[in-house]
């Protein structure tokens, strides 16, 4: 039990110090600047090694696919990661590098290694069972309370839960007293990533936003970290996105680079567009129990692909995204 | 005839009373709440962690993410939302899948071991550590064996009553809450008001008390009148089989 | 100069215990059945004397007029009242009731007695200068967060204003040090009304609500109030509801009652609907100097008037009301 | 020629350079913006503090939540998303209208007299407080008279520099911002880095130093070089005549 502790052990990996960040937001500038680019060239002046990185969506839905991909590809390392339910994105980045480099040595874990229904990783389990990475624990909801109060501007919010458990031990949450009521509670440290990774079904080329269904944490989240890049099903006109105000959910003074990638999350599910490739998702799991199997399957569908339309491609190209779409919408 | 998981699920699904409402996982905890909905409580409201709220599953959805759990919702929101309408009290029910367990209904979904040096590590809390803390009533459905049911978890990932009477409240958690049926495939298990501790509550039709016991790894106590579980009724099989998972995903091919 | 103190010397009118919210929301029971009533029911059954309610929208925009008229007429007294920017809102409750009694005595005050560009409230002014008014400051985002609290189900939240003005002094607000950063930080207790009025687009039976256009504290007070009583433009049905699950801002499970009152907000604004009625704001704020002919309108549009669509009616009716549409729309 | 309200609000506008971000309320700080988006800044990016982000504005909002505010606007949210964006520090300016200023560029929109017996009672902070708080610059415009430019403040209602040099930072406040122009119908004034006491930065035309301390009630200093104040352009009078606030509501009718 450790309720009589009241701080967590685990590792700040970031500073929650609003007056820092606001030093930072302050010198961003150009809401209306045309951001369209690449997926590389957005990778490459965004995603530095050592950054920490966050992924938009969860998991396996609306998750930024092509992005991911291009920073194994251009092998970042020693990056920090936030994984609330982080799952085929945690799978991409647990790949490493060609060379055999790990992408990511600090963690933040609500959820990891699963695939939900659809089991565990063993990459993953491998990458998290070397003692190669550093963790700290949260829980989902905690993890997009540390977004929250980050896209709040306050160095923390309390919550209720933890309380009591070695989630909370193995944290870097803080037991509070609450100044009104005398009670417990727990205050989650604000998480500023560096970047943030976030497909979305509509963008205009200055990054205002349209999200349909669920918006999982990416409201907060793209809000609190420090750039943006997003990913998006399809570009729209600013014209078009001020006829309906109230279906933007990122303004455009949050974004930093705004990258067309039609199935951009692709094999993931996108609410209204296509349903998760789940005999691909499988193939990635079943790939990962062999090592030998593993290498070919990252070389054919991740190391060795131009770009995101080629991965596309290869895994069926128009006629399997068709029958995704159809999935989703029928 | 019937397999244990689909006693599980028929078990399960009887608890939740219509006009309540629960969160749930994938897996077994949403097919009892789509059972429940297609039976005894059409107006069970049913929350996804992710942001899915009420929809009209057309199929069991695969992550708590994915779109059939905003299919014909009532609302498709943020995770923050759901898990705020638990915390400030609206939630009945969480229902939780398998995991270590103890006495006190604590759950470790962490790590095998030491968890620095872990010898297994599984995906940690997701969002089970806040349900089980914010909803009323934590469910639980589990395979039932000594690696599961343990003296002491491995490692404390989701709170059930933690030492006992009053613990949760003075770890600052919210009062009244709290684990409130276990449920596995040799029977169903409540908790104790005054000590907090797992009673056997019902057997499942063949069961005995020490066959329970033999499979669990502390002490078991039990109800005064332990029933029979009431087996799944040929309309709870029916619906279960040709509506809620006729693929057999959960309940198995048949 | 007060940032030496600690705490704000304002009465705390509200408990933000959430444990005590907790139990009440526990009871709050029966999502899917129908709450459709008449104005005159909701407000009988659920706004009491000595309640403390709360006014959705923005003080003259999408305000629950109908409802707040109908809490005049049944002459609810000794409420608390919740301003963040309440204008003609809080014009309609300062007017009393026929028999000259006060309708509020506690007030969360941060904009009150002024509508905006259109100048201060006679009547407002009379009633918070007669110190029969108990009283405490807030900012309009203070007080937004102390919904915010309460929705999100625990006692405070941290925010960065109000620090060291006198707003502070006079406010029920803590300093409280950050655990993280070792700085200020303003904790502001959650506040749970016992009732809020809030006026939308579109319900279904069950309280299902679309906004359109800002949600102000919207979102956050139909989640934070015990009862929740709901005036729609329109009735939909459910099945239109779902039909678009992104549009739903106030879910079910938050409403008591569900009001069908088109141009429930009149002589407000309503998004997308109708502009306000400039001349009749402006009638009312020129009747409010002078006591005699201030008693003669509020016989004539409020007391006197045995319904909201009489008071339409004799505001001018059909042709005013597709005047002020053409206004928002054109 | 022109009128004080005329050249208030086009001194006011050139404060605000292309791409910078505003919070604004209805009257004289909408129309500084308005003008400033139509002439040297379009891509001035104007937020309301009740939700409205960006619009098109087709007229002068009557309040800062009418649906003016989000007319063919890049988002319709809520207050705590605008006025969070403020906390994070991605608001450059706060444009509030006159109310009592002190030297340290305090403002009081509460009571006039004692809290507690108040002579006059005003609207309280709105959202001015939080404003002040939160982004980088606050402008300031008001009448300016020895009743509104005192040497203490009846109510401390919104923060400028308090009580001077790191007084901001000591209270807990954002670091780094504050007041930084003041304009009157007299002059513009700024703050002494040193001291945070308001300054004379330039006069309008016409004016002396000596006229504009008659008419403040605590001691102003002034900039090594006081300039005089540009005055409106042809250019910027037109526009703020045809198409900023053409039926005259706060410029007055011509």
Known sequence: MTSSENTGRGPLFTDPDPDVARAFFREKKGALTDKLMSVSDAVARFVHDGDYVASGGFGGNRIATALLHEVVRQERTNLGFAGHTTTHDFQILAAGTRTGKQIFSRLDAAYILGLEARGLSAQARRLMESGEVEVCEWTNYALACRFRAAATGVPFVPVRSMLGTDTFRESAAKEIECPFTGKSLMAVPALYPDVALIHVHESDLFGNCRIRGITVADWDLSRASKHVIVSAERIVSTDEIRSDPNATAIPAFCVDAVCHVPYGSYPGNMAGEYFSDEVHLKAWLDAERDVEAYRAFLDKYLYGVDCFESYLEICGGEERLAELRRLENN | ?254
Chains 1, 3 share one sequence.
């Open chain 2, 1 to 254: 005839m019937y397999n244990a998981m689909e006693l599980m699920i028929c078990v399960a699904s009887r608890l939740l009373e219509d006009g309540a409402t629960v969160g749930v996982g994938t897996g077994a905890p949403c097919a009892a709440a789509m059972l429940a909905q297609k039976t005894h409580a059409p107006g069970l409201l049913v929350a996804f962690e992710a942001g899915g709220l009420a929809p009209m599953l057309p199929a069991m959805p695969i992550s708590v993410g994915d779109s059939r759990t905003t299919y014909r919702a009532l609302m498709a929101t943020s995770m923050c939302d759901i898990m705020e309408a638990c915390q400030r009290g609206m939630m009945d029910y969480a229902f939780l899948g398998g995991a270590q367990i103890d006495a006190y209904g604590n759950l470790n979904s962490t790590v095998i071991g030491d968890y620095k040096k872990p010898r297994v590590r599984f995906p940690g809390s997701g969002g089970a550590n806040d349900f089980a803390s914010f909803c009323w009533r934590t469910l639980i459905i589990t395979q039932h064996d000594r690696r599961r049911f343990v003296e002491e978890v491995d490692f404390l990932t989701t709170p059930g009553f933690l030492t006992g009477p009053g613990a949760r409240e003075a770890a600052g958690l919210p009062s009244g809450g709290g684990p409130y049926r276990v449920i596995t495939d040799l029977a169903v298990m409540s908790f104790d008001e005054d000590t907090c501790r797992m009673q056997v509550e019902s057997l499942h039709p063949g069961m005995t008390f020490e066959q329970v016991q033999e499979n669990t790894g502390f002490e078991l106590g039990q109800v005064a009148d332990v029933k029979e579980t009431v087996p799944p009724t040929e309309e709870e099989l029916n619906i279960l089989r040709d509506e809620v998972d006729p693929d057999g995903l959960i309940i198995g091919r048949s």
